[in-house]
């Protein structure tokens, strides 16, 4: 039976040291790379608007992830509010712009994650954790002596700080990143990051080195590795064809991507003429032939 990766660093007291170094990153929060260096424990906040304590909309079993991840009893799947990256057609923007929820400490989120563990929840996901992994890692020697023993999936927008994701290696288990654009120019007009192709390009780097291609139990359930996610974006926005051939030639062709077709011209995408509108199928197929094109064969 696979043991989580982060049950070692607890015994060997390496997760004490990570989260001591994560919460001094709060200080002066550099978490993602906006680098705000606002001093997020004196309560200050910088761009997420995020505080210095875990604020969650929700915890449950997901039925509605990708299938390695659900699996037959859900995933495990905890919404934080607050979002570094604020996309303009975010479609969770109550929660990720608005901060929907409600603030509890690091012990209260390790009492969530035990319980969805007692649900039979296959795995812990915790969506946008990139502006609260500190107390995220905080939480778990707790929920580690209570009896955690799932992985620990990090589903992210993909504008990750990579000092911060190599600090988590050995911590996660499961990778989930967004690839969001290709192109400066547009991740500049819709998520005001116009250095996000190259952010994410050394993020998904480390990502994948720290723990490969997705790995499936003999059910077909997710335990370890990288799982990709590309949102198909009207007029070819997202940069599909630079996205899925960085992740053949730089990652690996037995990668894991979830194409995903569900866009929808949601917050305040009606002001942009280019994506204020859902994508086409036709759109859709000529992205899966993109992928096929460049030997990708998993997870769509």
Same mark, same amino acid.
């Given at each position: ?69 659900? /699996? ?11 979002? &570094? ?37 296959? &795995? ?32 992210? /927008?993909?504008? @990750? ?40 390009? @050394? ?35 997202? /940069? ?17 991507? &979830? ?11 009606? @002001? ?29």
């Amino acid at each position: 039976m696979y043991q989580p990766s982060y049950i070692t660093l607890h015994e060997k007291k390496e997760l004490q040291r990570r989260i001591k170094v994560l919460m001094e990153i709060l200080k002066r929060c550099r978490l993602c790379p906006r680098a705000c260096k606002v001093n997020r424990l004196d309560g200050e906040k910088g761009y997420c608007q995020a505080g210095a304590d875990v604020m969650i909309s929700s915890a449950f079993p997901h039925f509605g992830e990708e299938p390695p991840l659900v /699996g037959y009893r859900g995933s495990g799947t905890i919404f934080l509010a607050h979002c &570094n990256l604020r996309c303009v057609f975010c479609q969770n923007y109550d929660i990720s712009h608005l901060g929907g929820g409600e603030h509890i400490s690091s012990s209260e989120l390790a009492q969530h994650m035990i319980a969805l563990q007692r649900r039979g929840c296959h &795995n812990i996901n915790v969506v946008t954790p990139t502006h609260y992994i500190p107390q995220i890692v905080a939480a778990l020697p707790e929920a580690i002596e209570l009896g955690l023993m799932v992985p620990l999936v990090y589903n992210c /927008g993909g504008y @990750e700080s990579l000092e911060v994701i190599k600090l988590l290696d050995g911590i996660i288990d499961i990778y989930m990143p967004d690839t969001k654009f290709s192109r400066e120019e547009n991740a500049a007009s819709y998520c005001n990051a116009p250095d996000y192709p190259q952010v994410l390009q @050394e993020v998904l780097l480390e990502m994948h080195r720290q723990v490969g291609d997705l790995m499936l139990d003999g059910r077909g359930i997710a335990y370890r590795g990288l799982l990709i996610r590309h949102l198909v974006m009207p007029h070819g926005v997202a /940069g599909t064809k630079e996205i899925m051939s960085f992740i053949a030639q730089h990652l690996s062709g037995n990668s894991y991507v &979830n194409i995903m077709d569900q866009y929808r011209p949601l917050y305040r995408a009606g @002001e942009y003429p280019a994506i204020d509108r859902r994508i086409s199928s036709r759109e859709y197929r000529e992205a899966i032939d993109i992928a096929k094109g460049e030997g990708l064969h998993r997870g769509f």
